[in-house]
């Protein structure tokens, strides 16, 4: 397996860590203090209505995927299938079980607290359904709620999918957030976090949109994972997380003056040979050693589906103070796993020109079939409509069965080098890339 | 008489060639006869029926290829650890069995068959495909009123192709068929519950499948004559255990497999192959001004148990317990699909009710196109032969 070294850390960074050691710690004494849990899931979270209560959100895929970057997941994984789960079934839901059945130790070693409230915010993945059927039954008794978000089945959202959620805002989830919370939602709170919300969407707008230079000051995938943490979970709407995109807005532009390229793990990459779009969450096991693959290849991934996941700010979607709960539904549908294939593929396509990619890569993820499923078939109609070498891996998120390093860098390998053979014939024939 | 009455038989015949009749003749020569007439197809589990045949459509169940069609393009689509009806439907869908279909309906059970509506988009399949994103909220002005919504939109989608406007008598007299249709399935399984040596579970997933092929109103006559003739005494009991299905509701299992059940010493006396024909549990009223309200009505309060819904407050492994019960049987074989998330994450929960209620159960994966049965038959045996030893 490969060597990675220890990791350069940016004052973003630094900020970041300290966000999430107090939130961790905020959870650990959250019962003395009397601070109401909440667990919920990132795709489409209504966090600024958690916050503006009060309330101290957990993200059973957070956890999940640190166990991954821990080593813990297999075990987990292990522990969730002898109590019956199937080895088929989505990986994150089950290290998330075997976690809770070890005694539901978060990332930092600390138990994370029991949940008060269980929010089901159903967005763009079926699984979430049944991992909340199940934790309810891990916790019986606790309050739950439901948020169906409706699919964009059609490409679009559509008024009554507005109006629909609204209604389960207004009439159940809400109330339901007031009675564990013990206060009435404050709306001009939520209103100002919205605001910075938005503020903060429009940073990480411009950082996502740095990839855009030649060459790109950032990896939109590996680093971008951790640039979408704070946005897409516990501190959305939050002056810290506002704070957070603003200096990793000012290092990222910093990096671009100067034509640098994206930091890695081992510090700064020194040339930029392939742009990549890439389709598909990452494998968190084994986190640095995939991403190494990359940079020691120099391929930066300029553009990514996966840090969509939280939401498609770059398409124009941002939180407005003014329609508090209109704004929430449309951020829910607007996730990228709820648009539809034919939406996937043209945002694909749309990252694919404006980004000036040299080739489009899957990283399919064997649990997860709101991603993979139909996949192949967009390979096909983007490698028709944009001409550009397609790749295709396999792995998983949490499940290290499943993440063959050697034939993974064996794949990878071929594939950059149909890159490089293809750059080269084509400066030959003075074409851009 | 200790025979099945011949007249069964071939009705037994009839029904197996239609179940399997992957190219839909039957169906599509019902939509030459008039230019108006439409074929909706839908896949597991559940559309309300009712609202196509309110429009001069024939609603067709897509149940997946299965093992009576060699997939060659369908594998190219899908990963290996995707389950294998999607690539079934996608090789006909490339191929001509879904040629002369109007539309597409594709009800929101789980992700690939959500992306499949997708790829059915991208492949230009159908006048309209539709994901049928049935509500997971369950009062009546909110999960209620987009539902209503959603099946008016089908309704648009449908009127826009034909140009027939579905009237309240129209979908009373839709709502009324289909009652029926659910009584007589409901019949069949009562007299199997009985006497379930009348009717293998084989020949019964004939009957039902085979009525996704056809007009409810053929079907309905084919339910009454079976019904009639399997309420005579024939037969002879075997030493067998009663058991209940769970978790086939989509992909479907190869015949093979219910009859190496069967062979294994275990009558099937309830499952959930089927599911979508037996949907809505009990009748609809079909003489309201407002018959939609009854159609959305009957989708917030009468579905079946089902992994495709949201059940926290109506639990399915309670559900499951007391179809057991009522059923009188002896145990549960889970028989869910390979990489089926919502059959397989349901499993834990139910097979812990089972055992809570002292039901024994036992549990095996398929692949709707396995050829291999002997170890199922073997796992079946042993079930069976425990179960006797202990009642
Ligand atoms: S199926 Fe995918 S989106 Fe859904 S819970 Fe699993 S990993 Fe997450
Ligand atoms: S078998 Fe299961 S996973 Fe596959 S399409 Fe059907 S419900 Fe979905």
Same mark, same amino acid.
């Given at each position: ?433 | #008489? ?6 069964? &038989? ?11 009749? $992957? ?39 897509? #149940? ?54 997708? #790829? ?6 159908? &006048? ?191 559900? $499951? ?71």
């Amino acid at each position: 397996m490969a060597d990675v070294k220890e990791a350069v850390k940016e004052k973003s960074m630094v900020i970041q860590k300290e966000m999430l050691a107090n939130l961790f710690t905020e959870l650990s004494t959250a019962k003395e203090n009397g601070k109401k849990v909440v667990y919920t899931f990132v795709p489409g979270n209504i966090t600024e209505l958690i916050l503006a209560m009060d309330m101290l959100p957990v993200y059973p895929e957070i956890n999940a995927l640190q166990s991954g970057m821990r080593k813990k997941s297999g075990s987990y994984i292990k522990d969730a299938e002898k109590v019956g789960f199937s080895e088929d079934v989505c990986t994150y839901v089950k290290c998330d079980i075997g976690m809770m059945l070890n005694g539901n130790i978060g990332p930092t070693g600390e138990k994370l607290p029991e949940p008060d409230l269980l929010l089901l915010s159903y967005t763009g993945c079926f699984t979430f359904m049944k991992w909340f059927e199940n934790l309810e039954r891990l916790y019986p008794g606790v309050e739950i709620a439901m948020l169906h978000t409706p699919y964009q089945e059609d490409g679009k959202i559509t008024e009554d999918q507005v109006n629909y959620m609204v209604k389960q805002l207004k009439e159940d989830v809400i109330p339901k957030m007031e009675k564990v919370a013990g206060k009435k939602l404050d709306y001009d709170r939520l209103s100002k976090m919205l605001e910075n919300s938005s503020k903060a969407e429009d940073l990480w707008v411009q950082v996502l949109q740095s990839a855009k230079n030649v060459p790109s000051p950032i990896d939109a995938y590996f680093a971008g994972v951790y640039y979408m943490g704070p946005l897409n979970t516990a501190f959305r709407g939050t002056e810290i997380a506002l704070e957070y995109y603003q200096e990793l807005h000012n290092e990222v532009f910093e990096r671009m003056k100067l034509g640098l390229h994206p930091v890695t793990p081992e510090g700064e990459m020194k040339e930029e040979r392939f742009r990549l779009v890439v389709e598909g969450p990452p494998n968190w096991t084994n986190f640095r050693e995939f991403w190494k693959i990359f940079y020691d290849m120099g391929a930066v991934i300029v553009a990514s589906t996966y840090t969509k996941v939280g939401g498609l700010y770059d398409q124009g979607f941002r939180h407005d103070p003014e329609k508090p709960l209109e704004s929430l539904a449309k951020y829910c549908m607007g996730c990228y796993t709820n648009l539809n294939l034919p939406q996937r593929v043209d945002l694909l396509e749309h990252y694919i020109k404006e980004y000036k990619a040299d080739g489009f890569l899957i990283n399919s993820i064997k649990s997860c079939n709101s991603f993979s499923a139909g996949q192949l078939l967009m390979m096909r109609e983007i490698e028709q409509r944009c001409g550009i070498p397609v790749g295709f891996i396999e792995s998983d998120l949490v499940d290290p069965r499943y993440f063959s390093y050697a034939n993974i860098k064996n794949r990878l390998e071929s594939y950059f080098q149909m890159l490089g053979q293809r750059k080269v014939i084509m400066e030959q024939e003075g074409q851009t890339v | #008489m200790t025979e099945a009455p011949d007249r069964l &038989k071939t009705i037994l015949d009839e029904c197996k060639t239609l179940a399997f009749d $992957l190219n839909f003749t039957l169906a599509k020569d019902w939509k030459k006869e008039s230019s108006d007439r439409l074929l909706v197809g839908y896949l597991p589990i559940y559309v309300p029926r009712e609202i196509i045949h309110a429009a001069n459509g024939l609603p067709v169940g897509i #149940m997946g290829a299965g093992d009576r069609k060699q997939i060659i393009k369908g594998d190219a689509y899908y990963q290996s650890y995707i389950c294998h009806l999607p690539r079934g439907i996608v090789e006909m869908a490339l191929d001509t069995n879904l040629e002369n279909f109007d539309g597409f309906l594709f009800p929101s059970i789980c992700d690939c068959v959500r992306n499949l509506s997708g #790829m059915f988009k991208l492949v230009k399949k159908g &006048k309209f495909t539709r994901y049928f994103d049935y509500p997971q909220n369950f009062e009546k002005h909110i999960g209620g009123t987009f539902y209503r919504e959603l099946i008016e939109t089908i309704l648009q989608d449908m009127y826009q192709i034909n140009g027939v406007k579905v009237t309240p008598e129209k979908l009373n007299h839709a709502i009324g068929l289909y009652n029926t249709n659910r009584q007589l399935i409901e019949a069949i399984y009562n007299i199997r519950q009985d006497a379930p040596w009348r009717l293998s579970a084989v020949d019964t997933y004939h009957i039902l499948r085979a009525g996704l092929t056809i007009p409810v109103e053929k079907h309905n006559e084919i339910l009454q004559e079976v019904v009639t003739l399997i309420g005579e005494e024939y037969g002879e009991p075997l030493d067998n255990i009663r058991i209940v299905v769970s978790g086939s509701f989509c992909e479907q299992p190869p015949i093979g497999l219910i009859k190496s059940v069967e062979m294994a010493g275990c009558y099937i006396v309830d499952d959930d192959f089927m599911l979508g024909s037996r949907w809505i549990q009990g009748d609809m009223d079909n003489s309201t001004s407002d018959p939609l309200n009854e159609i959305v009505d009957g989708f917030l309060t009468k579905s079946a148990p089902s992994s495709a819904v949201y059940d926290v407050g109506n639990p399915k492994g309670a559900r $499951l317990v007391k179809l057991v019960k009522e059923r009188n049987a002896d145990g549960v074989i889970f028989c869910a699909a390979s990489f089926c998330d919502p059959a397989l994450l349901d499993r834990p929960e139910l097979q812990k009710s089972c055992d809570a209620g002292g039901i024994a159960h036992i549990n095996f994966q398929f692949h709707e196109n396995t050829g291999q049965f002997k170890v199922i038959k073997e796992q079946a045996g042993t079930f069976s032969d425990s179960i006797k030893l202990w009642v």
